[in-house]
């Protein structure tokens, strides 16, 4: 009795067998002739890819999941190459922490929380994003829906940023540096007390400007904004109009930047 293999199986074993072949230059008939000879020597001796899991079941699993990985990436792609032709258009609000070349042809807006392990992440790739590119990106801080401790942090950031925007970027780096501590109430006060010192901060000055309505309904704007454009979780970002949830890998936000950057040259055309 012939032991049936399951299709998925069979299909992944086609997929790289049909990718070494085109490899080489040939026309299409050529291609569907080779798909077809690959498939009934499978359908017809299944016995091949039963050997072959046999003697290198690792290696299999390993060409299963880099298969699974490539699919879930094309699926990505082109759910940015959607989202390119509804772009998302964030307000670019007065007193935002703005990195990079004021001028730079992308803009990035980043939603994100000073005390969510994520966003820290996330932090960190944008600082490898400016770094990388100097000359192309610029990034807008917002906040995202944020809990008390959070929110609280945010006020004292938005404050500094209405007394020294230098400050403010050096202040973001030293919050998400130091999350743990700063989750906890009493190590939390003393930590924020010794960054006030470090960047010659009047804590007074900081926490009377931290209390304004100002203040307060510039994190409600982005909160809300955040809302609007369905950002649910932090952290969460609009790549030139393009929405990415999550702290996904520098290479998938270069994946985005290339599909904005053509989306522009589209339109200018």
């Known amino acids: 009795m012939i032991q049936r293999v399951p299709w998925c199986i069979i299909l992944v074993c086609m997929f790289f067998l049909c990718a070494a072949c085109s490899k080489h230059t040939v026309d299409e008939k050529t291609k569907d002739l080779q798909h077809t000879a690959v498939k009934e020597?499978?359908?017809?001796?299944?016995?091949?890819?039963?050997?072959?899991?046999?003697?290198?079941?690792?290696?299999?699993?390993?060409?299963?999941?880099?298969?699974?990985?490539?699919?879930?990436?094309?699926?990505?792609?082109?759910?940015?190459?959607?989202?390119?032709?509804?772009?998302?258009?964030?307000?670019?609000?007065?007193?935002?922490?703005?990195?990079?070349?004021?001028?730079?042809?992308?803009?990035?807006?980043?939603?994100s929380d000073f005390l969510c392990g994520h966003c820290r992440h996330g932090n960190e790739t944008m600082q490898e994003l400016l770094a990388k590119y100097p000359e192309k990106i610029r990034l807008v801080y917002k906040h995202a829906q944020l809990g008390t401790a959070s929110h609280t942090l945010a006020t004292i950031f938005e404050a500094v940023m209405r007394i020294d925007s230098h400050k403010a970027r050096l202040l973001k780096d030293m919050l998400f540096a130091h999350q743990q501590e700063l989750r906890d109430p009493n190590q939390g006060?003393?930590?924020l007390a010794s960054f006030f010192k470090q960047?010659?901060?009047?804590?007074?000055?900081?926490?009377?400007?931290?209390?304004?309505?100002?203040?307060?309904?510039?994190?409600?704007?982005?909160?809300?904004?955040?809302t609007l454009f369905s950002f649910?979780?932090?952290?969460?970002?609009?790549?030139?109009?393009?929405?990415?949830r999550g702290a996904v890998p520098l290479e998938e936000f270069e994946d985005v930047i290339g599909i904005a950057q053509q989306a522009q040259s589209t339109h200018n055309k």
């Not at 010659?200 to 982005?222: F, G, R």
């Open 41 to 111: 020597i499978l359908k017809n001796d299944p016995s091949i890819i039963l050997d072959a899991l046999r003697e290198q079941p690792l290696e299999f699993l390993e060409v299963l999941e880099y298969a699974v990985e490539q699919k879930q990436q094309q699926e990505r792609i082109e759910q940015y190459k959607q989202a390119a032709t509804h772009r998302f258009t964030p307000q670019l609000r007065e007193n935002c922490l703005i990195e990079g070349k004021p001028t730079a042809p992308i803009t990035i807006f980043e939603y």
């Open 189 to 191: 006060q003393e930590l």
């Open 199 to 226: 960047l010659n901060l009047n804590p007074a000055a900081v926490q009377k400007i931290s209390q304004s309505k100002d203040v307060i309904q510039s994190i409600q704007e982005d909160e809300q904004e955040g």
């Open 232 to 244: 649910y979780g932090a952290p969460s970002y609009i790549v030139d109009g393009i929405p990415v």
